[in-house]
């Protein structure tokens, strides 16, 4: 079985003006997509390895032919981060995490808006393409921390929770080389309730 891009849960517009729907629209049916369909041509030769879960793959990623590591890597981890992303966003706005995972996160980092203020740093001064995390490592211990292109917390043994894209394709229409405007527009539009979710799914 191919894997398949996942359909948006609000329409492309539902974000403005914090994600503007040009960029949305784009993002999903020509980025997202695009990562779906070289993952697709990666494995075509492979369909035991296409039938597994995109997730199972970066989570073993050195126990696959060497042919497909990176493919599968790039595009395996640019089809599992954008569909995190996705539902990692509403546009019911300004909703906080839930207690256990607010608790959390202040334990882990002081109060919410030193996590707020950690995380934009790291989102901020992430150089080049990437992404900032907020995962859950081996230990279940709450960690931020930025990586490289596309490659997911998943293949370092950690559990993302939620992950901010910072490449250029995420914001530049709207907001240009003002990648800090766009972290800070990103605070109104998360889904905490989904966060918290995967929190409790792993703690
Ligand atoms: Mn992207």
New binding site residues.
């Given amino acids: 079985m191919a894997y398949t891009l996942p359909k948006l849960p609000y329409p492309y517009n539902a974000l403005e003006p914090h994600l503007d729907a040009a960029t949305m629209d784009i ?1 999903h049916t020509k ?2 997509q695009t990562y779906v369909d070289k993952l697709n041509a990666a494995l075509e030769k492979y369909p035991e390895l296409q039938a597994q879960a995109v997730e199972s793959l970066l989570k073993n990623l050195d126990t696959l032919p060497e042919a497909i590591r990176t493919p599968v890597r790039n595009h395996g981890g ?1 089809h599992t ?2 569909t995190l ?1 996705w539902t990692s966003l509403t546009p019911t706005q300004d909703l906080t995490p839930t207690s256990d995972l607010l608790q959390a996160l202040h334990t882990a980092f002081g109060s919410f808006d030193q996590f707020k203020q950690q995380f934009s740093d790291a989102a901020a001064t992430h150089f080049g393409s990437g992404w900032a995390w907020l995962a859950l490592d081996a230990s279940q211990t709450l960690k931020i921390y930025s990586l490289p292109n596309q490659d997911s917390p998943l293949s370092q043994g950690h559990q993302p929770l939620f992950g901010l ?1 910072v ?1 250029e ?2 914001y530049y229409l709207k907001y240009q080389n003002r990648r800090p405007d766009y972290i800070a527009a990103i605070w109104h539009c998360l889904n905490w309730p989904e966060i918290g979710k995967r929190f409790q799914a792993k703690v």
């Fill in positions: 993002h980025h997202h640019g981060n954008h992303f894209d490449w394709h995420a």
